[in-house]
């Protein structure tokens, strides 16, 4: 156990107690401690190193203090100092031995002879020794050295202190409650005491950082919150899709429909199909299905008779099944270019597709067309057909010129005006989305076939300009295919109705190019090609913007660029 060494008295007046004591008499300076009767105090505990650390800085901290008092005491008046009697100077005798056990009666060596006449001694004070053995407290002897100065209020060198006790203090065992052994502090304890207890002004509340750190702490816990939230929302909706059982209908639907499969079709372009006919619910139903089937599936062009709203499976057994492919049967969608409809009809038919050109490439005069008419553009009336087996590629042919001549005798159309009703019709049927819409594009294109609505009377249609290239399933163009002059479908530069039909059309279109609705558009902007949804304006402001409508959907959508 390491302790602070204990303050040395003074050598001259311990040798002179001493002496005394040795000569029978008592201690005169007090300078010998005298152990004090009574019970054993309990023997102190052992500091540990941080208890010793504070210690010698509390020792330090009170040497100063102490030199401090000393050198504000020296800046004043010393107070007069008592008289000390003089001492009788005698010769020196040399000191005996001393001995560190207290003898328990006078040396007989030492006592002096009883007949022998003493000199006269002046009273010595009673010694701390003497008082001990009688049961008395020891007197105080003030050191001549120190003078005496007004009791200063005990400080302690740090906070600590308070809590840890003066090493230096001494307990006394004689008394009624003895101080208890040092112990050591609490955390509270050491923090309170730690604090400045002149941080804040008497008058000011105390401020509150507990509220203000948890509201701050949920702040950005919600921030992190959202950011994550928003952050993998795409990808949990991946996985919880990628969980949940796709779409589909229920049993094997209701009414009667004829389904095509075409020369090339994969299982993926013919779920699309048949998402497109409502005939499945979604194509990962129908994919499903073909995945699980065993063996797998193979499937063969033609014509197969369907319903609507079936389930996956129903859909994918009835294409399995061979009493479900109509012979002779073709179907041929509202729109479709001739150059698209001849491989539909070989597959259906079975007629190879060269006989089929072959026979579209004679003259338009042998089918009784238009004197305009360049080809059969225009006049294979779109349906479904189931044929004669023995027909060969003219007569099939035939049969759909023929149909498309009792839809225009239907509609009301003349012989002489069959030709422009076509162009006109093939041209709404190309640009219109939704049913309503059709007679509405009509009117505008009338309109600007009227010099006094529209000067220029160009249609600027983007389908004439499209199939002009060749390409006949979209209606998007560039720059530069819409100022070529070379392309005589090409209605951005050349005036007036195009040269020919682009497409052939059915009853609706025929119908809104005979009776188109009253309006003074002069333009129009597909911009959702998914839906369909047209904006119709007759200023250029308003078309601007519903260019810029368009332009922004296609940006999300660049499939259909």
């Given amino acids: ?8 008295p003074d050598a001259d007046a311990l040798a002179a107690d001493w002496r005394a004591m040795l000569g029978g008499d008592a201690p005169t300076t007090g300078a010998v401690n005298t152990p004090a009767t009574g019970p054993t105090p309990p023997p102190a505990q052992p500091m540990t190193r941080r208890e010793i650390r504070e210690a010698e800085q509390r020792a330090a901290a ?41 003898p328990q009666t006078a040396p007989p060596s030492l006592a002096e002879p009883s007949g022998a006449a003493q000199p006269a001694v002046p009273a010595q004070p009673r010694s701390a020794f003497d008082a001990h053995l009688a049961g008395e407290a020891p007197p105080v002897v003030p050191r001549p050295d120190v003078a005496p100065s007004a009791p200063a209020p005990a400080t302690s060198a740090s906070p600590f202190a308070d809590l840890l006790g003066d090493p ?34 008497p008058d000011e509340k105390p401020r509150r950082r507990g509220a203000w750190g948890c509201l701050v702490g949920l702040l950005i816990v919600a921030a992190l919150g959202v950011g994550a939230f928003f952050f993998l929302q795409g990808p949990i909706n991946a996985v919880i899709e990628r969980f949940q059982p796709a779409a589909d209908y229920e049993g094997t639907g209701t009414g009667e429909l004829v389904f095509m499969i075409h020369e090339g079709d994969t299982g993926e372009s013919i779920a699309s199909n048949l998402v497109d006919e409502d005939v499945v619910a979604s194509t990962d139903a129908f994919l499903e299905a073909v995945a699980e089937a065993d063996p797998s599936p193979v499937f063969f062009p033609g014509a197969y008779q369907l319903a609507e709203q079936m389930s996956a499976q129903a859909a994918l057994d009835a294409l399995l099944d061979p009493a479900k492919k109509l012979e002779n049967t073709f179907v041929l969608p509202e729109g479709t270019a001739t150059v698209d409809a001849l491989p539909r009809i070989s597959e259906g038919t079975g007629i190879p597709l060269e006989e089929l050109q072959a026979a579209a490439a004679e003259p338009p005069a042998n089918y009784g067309l238009p004197a305009e008419a360049t080809s059969l553009e225009g006049f294979l009336f779109p349906a479904t057909y189931t044929l004669d087996p023995n027909l060969d590629a003219h007569a099939v042919l035939q049969t759909l010129v023929d149909r498309q001549f009792q839809a225009l005798d239907e509609a009301g159309v003349a012989p002489a005006d069959r030709w422009k009703t076509i162009v006109l019709a093939a041209l709404v049927q190309r640009e219109a989305g939704l049913k309503d819409d059709f007679y509405k594009v009509s009117r505008v294109f009338l309109n600007r076939l009227d010099p006094a609505k529209w000067e220029s009377g160009l249609l600027q249609s983007d389908a004439t300009v499209a199939y002009g290239t060749g390409n006949t399933h979209l209606v998007t163009t560039t720059d530069e295919e819409r100022a070529d002059p070379a392309n005589k479908y090409n209605t951005y530069v050349h005036p007036g109705l195009p040269v020919g039909p682009i497409s052939n059309p059915g009853d609706l279109a025929i119908d809104a190019a005979v009776h188109p609705a009253d309006g003074p558009w002069l333009f129009f902007v597909t911009w959702n090609l998914d839906t369909g949804e047209t904006i119709f304006s007759s200023t250029v402001e308003e078309h601007d913007a519903a260019v ?4 922004a959907w296609m940006e999300e959508h660049p499939e259909y660029g």
């Fill in 62 to 102: 009170l040497a100063e203090a102490e030199s401090a008092a000393a050198a504000a005491t020296a800046g004043t008046a010393p107070a007069p100092q008592p008289a000390v009697p003089a001492q009788p100077t005698t010769a020196p005798t040399p000191a005996p031995e001393l001995q560190l056990r207290r």
């Fill in 548 to 551: 810029e409508k368009w332009l």
């Fill in 168 to 201: 230096h203090q001494s307990v006394d065992p004689m008394a009624d409650d003895p101080e208890p052994v040092r112990r050591k502090p609490s955390r509270a304890e050491r923090r309170a005491a730690a604090s400045d207890p002149y941080d804040h002004h």
């Fill in 1 to 8: 156990m390491t302790q602070l060494p204990p303050e040395h």
